[in-house]
């Protein structure tokens, strides 16, 4: 979920009214619970009180909190690093401004130009003598680690605030409807501190970048004047050699983000809390698997399966698969994928794919997943909740995915699946799928009613093809470095795109 101005604009609303009558401070002998969280914050601007400064951290920082989409987000994270930059004395609120400007950064070199310039007049505004000489050497990174510990005290300052007005006696009064309200923004801010130690070197990565973006623009048609032996001063382009690599993507969540999926803590109580009474139902277990590998939640303990779907996960019985139509692609080992099956748990839901592009794209199979060759598309008759009653999948909608032995590769998702356990079933569409592989012909399969055909998909443009772009494999960074007096470079150069890795790993598709 993005971060929009009607998001920002309600929730300043509630900060704004909450920041009322904060000049009486202290001596406003009865301060609302809005007012002491507010007050709270002001003690940790340094010099000032900067209300607008507490107002932009508690609205961002409360719709994070309020929201566990949200508090995934990298963009949500930046904004947030970027205004925690306020509470650091003197250089802080410059690199604030310095970092909500480099937010706009879109890779247009022509807007990106004009960004540049509007960076460098706020800091001649701001009075730093040579603005590009110093806008060129700012290293972020070495705040990181005072930016991390700031964030821990601002939600420690905002729990513990909620706190002491919640047991106070005005707290005590307060309808349940409210303290419920409080208790679940100061929750939030305790899922912020838990994710900030991962997610705020996140958000320095995505920040940095941008940054870099524009600093390296300062080298690029820098003019310098140079004597020619009594002759007048021609100018010429400054030589500089680039030195680029490639980053791995930073993980920048798109429209299909994943569900909550947290397998820890709070989080974790609460996910099982929604899906273990239809589990005990009969439903599968879509807790079954957890793992710390997912490059979405690096190195945070996850929901496998539930991490694989965006938005609501529906419980659907027989009667809502009657008449649905699934398929599920399938193929042989290669050097991007190990050898997937044609029976497992996940399928995609609706008319199989016409072509590699849909079914990568919308499905979110991942090169290092399948190699595809083959599918199996699988009918469910009209009448399914009479022949198999006890049928029972979850469906939603695919999310989102990130390569992990290929991490330049990012698939948006979006189409619909469902994962069900279909059995004796899956045994026999896999032997048949096996035997399509090895070179068999292949009759239809009819089970009580159901009925899967198996084909060869022809699809050649299936691997290293989709979603890698310039734009999705990752940012580039250019460092550079002066020529030595007897170097010459060439000014143009060839770069080639990133090759997807060799890897041999065997679907999550099972």
């Avoid at 604009?9 to 009558?21: D, N, R």
């Avoid at 941008?210 to 048609?221: P, W």
């Avoid at 599968?284 to 779907?309: C, G, M, Y």
Wanted: a neutral charge; glycine letters at 10%.
């Amino acid at each position: 979920m993005s971060w929009t101005v009607e998001d920002f604009k309600s929730t300043s609303l509630e900060v704004g009214q909450w920041c009322w009558g904060t000049l009486q401070g202290a001596f406003n002998e009865k301060q609302t619970i809005g007012q002491v969280i507010v007050d709270a914050v002001i003690g940790m601007i340094p010099l000032l009180g900067d209300v607008t400064a507490v107002r932009d951290l508690l609205a961002v920082a409360i719709a994070m909190g309020n929201d566990p989409a949200k508090r995934r987000e990298a963009v949500q994270w930046v904004l947030l690093i970027i205004l925690l930059f306020a509470l650091i004395p003197v250089l802080g609120g410059v690199i604030k401004g310095v970092g909500r400007l480099a937010l706009r950064v879109t890779g247009d070199a022509v807007q990106d130009t004009e960004l540049l310039a509007e960076i460098i007049r706020f800091l001649n505004r701001m009075g730093h003598g040579d603005a590009p000489k110093w806008f060129k050497a700012l290293e972020i990174s070495h705040y990181q680690s005072e930016i991390l510990e700031k964030c821990r005290d601002f939600c420690s300052t905002v729990r513990l605030a909620i706190k002491k007005s919640l047991d106070a006696r005005v707290g005590r009064v307060l309808p349940e409807a409210f303290r419920a309200k409080l208790e679940r923004v100061g929750h939030g801010f305790f899922e912020l501190q838990v994710l900030a130690d991962t997610m705020v070197p996140e958000a320095f990565k995505v920040l940095n970048a941008k940054l870099r973006t524009l600093q390296n623009m300062i080298y690029r048609g820098e003019i310098h004047e140079i004597s020619t032996g009594g002759l007048p001063k021609v100018r010429r382009e400054a030589e500089a050699y680039l030195e680029e690599r490639k980053l791995a993507r930073a993980v920048k969540r798109g429209r299909y983000y994943p569900s909550d999926c947290v397998a820890e803590g709070m989080s974790g109580d609460a996910i099982r809390a929604v899906y273990q009474p239809k589990i005990k139902e009969g439903w599968p277990d879509i807790l079954k698997f957890t793992t710390t590998e997912n490059p979405a939640f690096k190195d945070i303990r996850v929901f496998q399966t539930v991490a694989s779907f965006h938005g609501e996960i529906r419980a659907i019985g027989a009667n809502e698969l009657s008449g649905k139509t699934m398929f599920r692609v399938f193929g042989k080992a290669s050097a991007s994928a190990g050898e997937t099956f044609a029976g497992g748990m996940f399928w995609g839901m609706g008319a199989a794919p016409k072509n590699a592009e849909e079914w990568r794209t919308l499905a979110a199979v991942l090169d290092e997943w399948n190699a595809n060759g083959f599918i199996a598309i699988l009918h469910f008759p009209h009448d399914l909740a009479q022949s198999v009653p006890q049928a029972k999948a979850w469906s939603g909608q695919i999310a989102e995915q990130y390569g992990d032995r290929v991490p330049s590769q990012y698939l948006q998702g979006g189409g619909a699946q469902i994962f069900m356990d279909l059995g004796d079933l899956s045994k026999e569409i896999t032997a048949r799928g096996n035997a399509l592989k090895a070179g068999q012909q292949v009759a239809p399969l009819e089970w009580n009613g159901i009925r899967v055909e198996f084909r060869s998909t022809q699809w050649t443009d299936v691997s290293g093809v989709y979603g890698y772009s310039k734009a999705e494999a990752g940012a580039e960074e250019v460092r550079t470095r002066s020529l030595q007096a007897n170097e010459i470079q060439k000014k143009t150069s060839s770069v080639e795109p990133p090759r997807a890795n060799e890897v041999n790993e065997e679907s999550n598709y099972e």
